[in-house]
């Protein structure tokens, strides 16, 4: 039976230490270039870190998670409205995209380029993982990487040759997300069931003993997510978008 990437892909946190070349990397990158995009547009960069010292202080800013100090590179990724509005000024027209719905634009623009990233290096033998700390300090992130007007990080990956030892995590079933012509309104029980796997997975059922909490939910809204931390990162990503003139 034929091997099937989508439904065998893992996330990869540790790396062997092999380099990607350049080329790799840069026609990974071009390829990936080719992903839908709002009026064909682009609305985005991808900052390439690959510097000993520059990586390390940008993996500080991701909490020096294994991913982010043993990867080979770093590519964050970003929403960025800036090159097109300055081809516009050049060009004698009048750009409007400093506002709210535009970051929104090149936001989706940006994480749909970081998804074609990712397939295209994992069928190429690479290992990716999605950094999702790049929220939590994407001011300092853009202070450190430079970032100008109109330009916002919302996407980091760490990629480098995998060791192999990973495995594929659990999934919620497929009914869980699909909804015919309209949004199905299932029944407590009905949603209890769809997480019923997730609950009884190894390492969730470690995962809740080790943080002493009554339940996976807990684990979530307690120590992994919980509200004072997700209102901070909201108050500071909104403050962000001020500065670079979205807001």
Not at 12 to 18: A, E, I, K
Not at 120 to 142: K, Q, W
Request: with cysteine; charged share 25%.
């Amino acid at each position: 039976m034929k091997f099937d990437y989508f439904s065998n892909r893992i996330t990869v946190r540790n790396f062997n230490g092999r380099h990607i070349p350049d080329e790799k990397l840069t026609n990974i990158i071009e390829r990936a270039m080719h992903a839908p995009s709002c009026g064909n547009m682009q609305l985005y960069s991808v900052i390439v870190t690959r510097d000993p010292s520059m990586k390390t202080k940008l993996a500080a800013q991701h909490f020096n998670q294994p991913a982010s100090t043993g990867c080979d590179v770093i590519l964050t990724i970003c929403a960025d409205f800036n090159r097109f509005s300055r081809w516009c000024k050049l060009s004698g027209a009048k750009p409007g995209y400093d506002n709210f719905h535009s970051f929104i634009t090149a936001l989706t623009d940006a994480v749909i380029f970081s998804q074609q990233i990712v397939t295209i290096a994992e069928m190429e033998g690479l290992g990716t993982c999605y950094l999702g700390t790049v929220n939590y300090n994407a001011n300092d992130i853009s202070n450190l990487l430079e970032l100008p007007e109109l330009v916002v990080p919302v996407a980091s990956l760490a990629i480098g040759y995998p060791k192999g030892d990973e495995k594929q995590v659990e999934r919620l079933p497929v009914r869980a997300v699909i909804h015919n012509e309209k949004y199905r309104k299932d029944s407590d029980q009905e949603t209890l069931n769809l997480f019923k796997d997730k609950e009884e997975y190894p390492d969730n059922i470690k995962f809740v003993k080790e943080n002493q909490k009554a339940s996976l939910a807990s684990v979530f809204t307690d120590i992994r997510y919980p509200k004072e931390m997700n209102e901070a990162v909201s108050k500071s990503f909104t403050k962000l978008l001020k500065i670079k003139k979205f807001l």
